[in-house]
């Protein structure tokens, strides 16, 4: 475990490494980290100067931060020099006239009895704080003796000794010192505990790596192709998640898309709590599924009827295993780059993390029923029709592509989809899982008035828990299980704390339709970013619509799988990474969409815009 120790003195450094150490925590200092601002010590107590200089550095640093204030005070000076210890005599850290003025003081005092104390905060980038003080007391001797230590030490005798601190060895002192009685006093009341009692990110991933494959439950978590160490998350609200070790992250990820509340939207939370305490599963039907499925049909009246289920992917593969139902046929047209969940038809020349991992079409999948156009040309969906029309039983397609970063479709492409799948008697599918209720309280399909067949949701539709949904005409979706004998089912399908969860992000975004004010931040992003990017000496650009978009390295426009290959992956990484430094989170992918969530502001914008100059500058 780490943390940062906000002082510019190479000996409390140097005596916190030691001190620490023997609680296995490691300690960086200010130049570690370039340094921290200076900060005015001029609260009346040890402890009020400690948390100042604590908050400041963390915050400056983005990570937890140790700073401890110190000092004497003689009790027969009025304890002075006390929270003026280091400049007493006016220049601060000068030893000499400070340990002059104390003896000049006390010359014909009898009464030299003192204490050093030391007050130690830690403090975690958000601001949250604790503070402790230890003490060691003594006498003040008449003449400086010892040139070890610092500060007050060669007139310092602590209790029951009678030499001067500055004629200890560090390891004597360490075990008496004030700074030491603070750190067991921090030790004692759990200071650290809270905190750096936690595994670290490093520690939870060695231990990940030995049972999770790869330490990961879902690939591109492992940050195979931007580098560095996985993040472990300990918590989120808003805008912003906190890692175990104490960092704010600003996060532009939002789970992927679902959480366009932000992080713990309380409303969700309170649903989530209040269906959980109610009970977490009956495999029987709930109200809260009725109602979610009205209204996902009401806000998508293409969505005539809705089956729950459990993720985007479970979705997607039951649209096509009923798309094969109704149509009597086997064989479908994805396009390149696109993504649809990781069931067996779907895997073949997909996006997302295949193509972060350099793989596109899974191992184990055959891919013979599938056929692969590129995005946006319908020349080749036209070719594709003109040889096997008769055969196909779904095109599938994401209605604005993300998961080869955002790729929107050119004017006429979806309507021409539409037109080519009615024309060969196969069903069009939209996978709504990122698009749907993203732009708008309905689907991008609903927006645009394009009705596809068969609607994918997934993401926001759950609010930050596991959901799925499949919808469209009654004529089609009676096909499913029990009325159809197209099979379909799942032990937690309409789960009722998940729908819980869903039900009330729905219902928050009709309510408040957060969509233009999303609009305006998405574009003041983009806008911004691509201000920055075109000042860069190589080829960069944002690129997006409403509420999300991806910082492409690479010429622009993009309209299919090649542009957005042809991007530089290592400056995406290279950026990614000078972003995390400064506490800003984008996806860990260049192939990838960026979101904002309804809990992000404009100056979450403009910092984002402050550490993509930093990036340029560096
Ligand atoms: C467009 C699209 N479809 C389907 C899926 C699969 O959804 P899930 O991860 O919930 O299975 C995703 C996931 O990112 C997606 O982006």
């Known amino acids: 475990m780490e943390i940062l120790a906000a002082t510019n003195n190479a000996h409390k450094l140097f005596e916190l490494k030691q001190l620490l150490a023997a609680l296995g925590i490691s300690v960086r200092g200010a130049e570690d980290v370039g340094g921290i601002p200076e900060v005015d010590e001029d609260a009346p107590t040890f402890k009020g100067n400690a948390l100042k200089k604590a908050i400041s550095a963390a915050q400056h640093a983005n990570c937890v931060a140790l700073a401890d204030d110190s000092g004497l005070e003689v009790f027969s000076l009025n304890r002075d020099p006390g929270v003026m210890s280091a400049r007493y005599a006016g220049t601060h850290g000068d030893d000499v006239a400070n340990i002059a003025k104390v003896l000049d003081a006390l010359e014909d005092c009898e009464d030299r009895r003192a204490r050093f104390v030391c007050a130690i905060a830690v403090a975690r980038p958000n601001g949250q704080a604790d503070v402790v003080e230890g003490d060691v007391y003594g006498t003040i001797t008449h003449k400086p003796r010892g040139d070890r230590g610092f500060g007050y030490d060669p007139i310092f005798i602590p209790d029951g000794d009678d030499r001067t601190f500055g004629e200890f060895t560090p390891a004597e002192k360490d075990k008496i010192s004030h700074r030491s009685a603070a750190l067991r006093a921090a030790t004692a009341c759990k200071l650290f505990e809270s905190v750096l009692g936690q595994p670290s990110s490093a520690d939870l991933f060695e231990r990940a790596i030995a049972v999770i494959p790869g330490g990961v439950n879902s690939p591109v978590r492992a940050f195979g192709s931007v580098g560095g160490e996985p993040l472990y998350v300990k918590s989120g609200t808003g805008a912003r998640f906190e890692s175990v070790e104490g960092t704010q992250f600003l996060d532009f990820c939002c789970s992927w ?47 005539e009827m809705v089956r729950l289920v459990n993720s985007g992917t479970e979705a997607t593969m039951t649209a096509l295993r009923l798309a094969r139902g109704v149509t009597g046929r086997r064989k479908m047209i994805k396009f390149d780059g696109c993504y649809h969940g990781h069931s067996d038809q779907l895997l073949v020349a997909a996006g997302s993390g295949l193509l972060t991992g350099g793989i596109s079409s899974s191992a184990g999948v055959s891919g013979d029923d599938v056929f692969v156009a590129p995005y946006n040309d319908l020349r080749a969906v036209r070719e594709i029709i003109h040889a096997h029309g008769q055969e196909l039983a779904a095109i599938i397609v994401e209605p604005v592509a993300g998961n080869m970063g955002y790729v929107c479709p050119n004017d006429g492409f979806l309507q021409g989809l539409r037109a080519l799948a009615d024309d060969c008697g196969a069903l069009l599918i939209f996978d709504e899982v990122i698009t749907g209720f993203r732009f708008g309280a309905t689907t991008y399909g609903h927006l645009r008035g394009i009705s596809p067949d068969l609607t994918c949701l997934g993401k926001v539709i759950g609010g930050g828990l596991p959901i ?151």
């Open 257 to 303: 898309g679902p959480l366009i509340l932000g992080h713990a939207h309380p409303e969700v939370v309170d649903a989530v709590q209040r269906a959980s305490e109610a009970g977490l599963s009956y495999g029987l039907n709930t109200p809260g599924e009725v109602e979610i499925a009205e209204t996902i049909s009401r806000l998508v009246p293409e969505m």
């Open 468 to 618: 799925g949904a499949i919808g469209g005409s009654a004529q089609h979706m009676t096909r499913l299980a029990p009325l159809g004998d197209v099979y379909q089912a799942g032990t937690l399908s309409g789960n009722p704390v998940a729908v819980a969860a869903g039900l009330t992000t729905l219902r928050i975004l009709e309510r408040d339709n957060p969509y233009p004010r999303l609009a305006e931040l998405g574009t003041a992003a983009r806008d911004g970013l691509n201000e920055l990017l075109q000042a860069a000496p190589f080829p960069a650009h944002c690129a997006g619509q409403g509420s999300v978009f991806t910082i492409f390295f690479g010429e622009g426009p993009i309209g299919d799988l090649s542009g957005a290959k042809a991007c530089d992956t290592e400056r995406y990484a290279s950026c990614f990474r000078s972003m995390r430094r400064g506490g800003v989170y984008l996806p860990p992918s260049q192939f990838e969409l960026s979101f904002l969530s309804a809990a992000h502001h404009e100056a979450d914008v403009e910092m984002l815009m402050s550490r993509m100059a930093a990036w340029l500058r560096e």
